[in-house]
């Protein structure tokens, strides 16, 4: 049960029952996690008057396990400065800031964003708050905005964190095309070390934001190796059918400067979905837990507006560890659902398997409409496309599917017949992930987390993921087909039942 809902049921339409949402109002970025005594933080993009993006303040919840999750006051107001617009959170251990009198607290690092008086035009300029009570309250510093470059139209959404072999804060921060990189000892004051992008590096099918930059060990550690990931999420375009999407680089970092392993032309999508943005990872994990934390927005910027919610809109992924391992191609990031999520395992559980032929389909699962499944294929030469179609809705015309064209080794989903797609003529659509397996094996293995309103493919222990939105007509169960047309493949699947983050039970 999540605490702080009142006697509110949330149960209206497509409300998600395994995923964060605002009780009411519009949500978009997730900002500031970050772990403390105990608690998980999620803040994020948050407009309580409307269910439209307005004037942004930072919304504010806790869990002890991010998957149960406790609505908490607002954080941070609009003030002076500007509106609040993403940003950062971390603990101050050694209390750099002389904010928390020798001891340790919250400081959350985030854009105020408003108008320049003086020129009439919009401006992004970063600031500091501090909270010693657990991040129940916040104080806004005095000395804000700690940060502005005005000649920076958009300079926005400051990722900070400590550089141990540096000792020093170093901030991330996104400006239109490229990342800067910036140093300070306390917070408040920063100086410029490097910039990252702008000579052509990945996709600039958009404006960056939300920039994330992490360490992790590649293939746990075996080989000593460890690479330094830069997530960078880039903004809808109205010519291009993707919308708002998030890309990342493996390479180096120095404490000043970020260098790509990949050659400048190389794109790696974070999810080949449509609705996994501004995603960026956790804060002060501690060591002896030594996971990498993600969580995403799930939405897409391109329609995020019109989603058929009415008294809330938006939602959260499911939060997943990052992994990076050598895919042969190159080093890559895998994603896992957080194993926490298993809490919330009902005693249902389906194990089925089917073998069919060229153009069969088969029923392999019917059962409660909240699920955590793991489907393994394997099929023979003559095979072109293998897949399960997904109904969520007592409606015939209405299915989702999750396929692989075999040649090609291309993962799609297909939410063309999806369910309510009218709100957006880009929304009902067909897109894919390449398979970065070896050709030939003729396997494939799924894992699916299912909602009210999304699906998230996990595919060859996270890989390739896809999270999309889905609106089927409501109903509370899943009936699930296996299909196979060219060949013979054989599907063994395990689904089990998921509760409700709101159930009583
Ligand atoms: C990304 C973003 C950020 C900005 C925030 C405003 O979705 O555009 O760059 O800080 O949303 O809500």
Wanted: glycine share 10%; aromatic share 12%.
């Amino acid at each position: 049960m999540v605490e702080g809902q009142g006697n509110r049921n949330f149960q209206e339409p497509y409300r998600p029952q395994l995923h964060f949402s605002p009780a009411a109002g519009w949500m978009n970025d997730p900002n500031g996690m970050v772990y403390y005594e105990g608690e998980y933080h999620l803040f994020y993009q948050y407009y309580p008057d409307g269910t439209r993006w307005g004037p942004m303040h930072w919304g504010h919840a806790v869990s002890p396990d991010m998957v149960q999750w406790k609505h908490l006051p607002i954080a941070l107001a609009p003030d002076e400065h500007g509106t609040i617009f993403s940003g950062s959170a971390v603990v101050d251990w050694r209390d750099t800031t002389g904010f928390f009198r020798g001891g340790s607290g919250l400081v959350a690092i985030f854009t105020q964003h408003d108008t320049d008086p003086g020129t009439g035009k919009q401006r992004q300029r970063q600031s500091l708050a501090y909270s010693s009570d657990k991040g129940r309250t916040w104080t806004m510093y005095a000395g804000n905005p700690v940060l502005s470059e005005p000649e920076l139209a958009d300079f926005r959404d400051p990722k900070v964190f400590w550089y141990e072999p540096k000792r020093q804060w170093v901030m991330v921060i996104s400006a239109a095309d490229h990342i800067r990189f910036y140093r300070s000892d306390d917070l408040k004051s920063w100086e410029l070390t490097g910039q990252f992008g702008n000579d052509g590096q990945g996709s600039h099918d958009g404006v960056w934001e939300c920039p994330d930059l992490f360490e992790l060990p590649v293939d746990g550690g075996a080989a000593g190796l460890k690479k330094w990931v830069l997530i960078v999420s880039i903004g809808e375009r109205p010519d291009l059918p993707e919308g708002s999407r998030t890309q990342y680089f493996v390479g180096s970092f120095d404490g000043d400067m970020f260098h790509n392993d990949n050659p400048a032309e190389t794109v790696l999508w974070l999810d080949a979905g449509r609705d996994n943005y501004a995603g960026v990872t956790w804060s002060d994990i501690p060591e002896e837990d030594g996971r990498r934390l993600f969580i995403g927005w799930m939405s897409n910027w391109k329609y995020a507006n019109l989603t058929p919610t009415d008294k809330w809109r938006g939602a959260m992924t499911i939060p997943r560890e990052l992994r990076l391992y050598d895919s042969g191609q190159g080093v890559r990031l895998r994603q896992f659902p957080v194993r926490e999520l298993e809490e919330l395992r009902k005693s249902a559980v389906h194990v089925t398997s089917a073998a069919l032929r060229d153009g069969e389909r088969k029923l392999l699962i019917e059962c409660g409409g909240l699920l955590d499944m793991e489907a393994q294929f394997e099929w023979d030469e003559g095979t072109s496309e293998i897949g399960l179609i997904l109904r969520m809705s007592e409606s015939e015309s209405e299915e989702t599917v999750i396929g692989l064209d075999t040649a090609t080794l291309r993962l799609f989903a297909d939410r063309t017949r999806s369910g309510d797609s009218g709100f957006h003529p880009l929304f009902a659509c067909r897109h894919d992930a390449v398979l970065e397996e070896p050709a030939g094996e003729r396997k494939l293995k799924l894992r699916m987390i299912m909602d009210r309103c999304s699906v998230e493919v996990f595919a060859n222990d996270g890989s390739a993921v896809i999270t999309d939105l889905v609106f089927p007509l409501a109903r509370d169960k899943i009936r699930m087909e296996a299909y196979v047309n060219g060949g013979r493949a054989t599907v063994q699947a395990e689904a089990i039942e998921l509760q409700s983050i709101y159930s009583t039970e």
